[in-house]
């Protein structure tokens, strides 16, 4: 049996590993060459500021990959709120053409499911597999 890491604050002791999906507004491939690697450092940075913890992570053209460990009594709409706009007011000021192209970075909607049942090594294949599976 696989050993969970539980993680504690000063009222919880806790395992709650997300995996969120997110897209641009209509789905353009606009995350490719700087833009994704500047998203992914924005991303870490702010996960950083907020203790979440990134298990896995991976930018397509279209859409981006999270496996996040957080805090439920911050919880996950709160951390993909503040990921999305973070992200997309840094990044719509330092690449001018993600203003012109789209009214707005990102789509309103995001994906998310518990990993609870599923073993964290094969969420974390799946997401390393996205980029391979794309090429085919």
Not at 10 to 33: A, D, E, F, M, Q
Not at 37 to 66: F, G, N, Y
Not at 82 to 97: A, H
Request: glycine share 4%; with cysteine.
């Amino acid at each position: 049996m696989e050993n969970k890491k539980y993680k504690s604050n000063n009222n919880i002791t806790y395992s709650c590993t997300y995996h969120v999906v997110w897209c641009p507004k209509y789905r353009r491939k606009v995350l490719v060459g700087p833009v994704a690697a500047r998203l992914k450092e924005l991303i870490v940075e702010t996960c950083t500021a907020l203790s979440l913890e990134i298990q896995e992570m991976e930018i397509m053209p279209d859409h981006v990959h999270l496996l996040l460990d957080i805090d439920p009594q911050f919880g996950v709409h709160k951390a993909v709120k503040r990921i999305k706009g973070t992200s997309s007011r840094v990044l719509r000021q330092e690449f001018k053409e993600l203003t012109t192209k789209l009214p707005t970075l990102w789509s309103n909607s995001y994906f998310v499911s518990t990993v609870g049942g599923a073993p964290l090594e094969m969420m974390k294949q799946y997401i390393q597999s996205q980029k391979t599976s794309q090429r085919q």
